[in-house]
T-cell receptor, first 114, second 112 residues
Framework: DAGVIQSPRHEVTEMGQEVTLRCKPI?????LFWYRQTMMRGLELLIY????????DSGMPEDRFSAKMPNASFSTLKIQPSEPRDSAVYFC????????????FGSGTQLSVL | LAKTTQPISMDSYEGQEVNITCSHN???????ITWYQQFPSQGPRFIIQ???TKVTNEVASLFIPADRKSSTLSLPRVSLSDTAVYYC?????????????FGTGTRLKVLA
């Protein structure tokens, strides 16, 4: 299995631009998580899906952030408009549904908003 | 808020055994305890998981007392390549759905 695949690996954009981050979970996994990591705030859970349905988006910082999961093999995290304070590493993780299931992380997207 | 508390950092020397303890006083009955390792520029990676007593795999051991309010990750004979951040995680089912909230983690530095 190729693991969780995220793209792009790096993204540099200017303030005000729209940014779309992509994630392909491991086949057969039915839970998907988006995390953001910064030095100041550590790993923050933004949103997660079970069976393609958003379950908890309480970690999404503002309305500028949105996430979708149109099918079991694809999810996007969109920031519109982007701001310098959105600069961070964004990780996607997937797992099988249920207690005790392990999280498998992608390599992350390093986002820099200038 | 994370349900776990760990030391912020630890230093050790190559060849030593390292024990990292995590407190999770409010662990729920059906929560597992899972430890992850994260290297710079990579996502966290699963190390070991347990529910009670002791679990051992090729990488580490996990000790869990009977009350399950804490756990200890034990890394035998660490090497420089074990320098990483180690996170202790328990599930969070308080809001009616199951999610995983990371704490600050323990930054382990292995010295030559």
């Amino acid at each position: 299995d190729a693991g969780v695949i995220q793209s792009p690996r790096h993204e540099v954009t200017e303030m005000g631009q729209e940014v779309t981050l992509r994630c392909k979970p491991i086949s057969g996994h039915n839970s998907l998580f988006w995390y953001r990591q910064t030095m100041m705030r550590g790993l923050e859970l933004l949103i997660y899906f079970n069976n393609n349905v958003p379950i908890d988006d309480s970690g999404m910082p503002e309305d500028r952030f949105s996430a979708k999961m149109p099918n079991a093999s694809f999810s996007t995290l969109k920031i519109q408009p982007s701001e310098p304070r959105d600069s961070a590493v964004y990780f996607c993780a997937s797992s099988s549904l249920g207690a005790g299931e392990k999280l498998f992380f992608g390599s992350g997207t390093q986002l820099s908003v200038l | 808020l994370a349900k776990t508390t760990q030391p912020i950092s630890m230093d050790s020397y190559e060849g030593q055994e390292v024990n990292i303890t995590c407190s999770h006083n409010n662990i729920a009955t059906n929560d597992y305890i899972t430890w992850y390792q994260q290297f710079p520029s990579q996502g966290p990676r699963f190390i070991i998981q347990g529910y009670k007593t002791k679990v051992t795999n090729e990488v580490a051991s996990l000790f869990i007392p009977a009350d399950r309010k804490s756990s200890t990750l034990s890394l035998p004979r660490v090497s420089l390549s074990d320098t990483a951040v180690y996170y202790c995680l328990v599930g969070d089912n308080n809001s009616g759905t199951y999610k995983y909230i990371f704490g600050t983690g323990t930054r382990l530095k292995v010295l030559a």
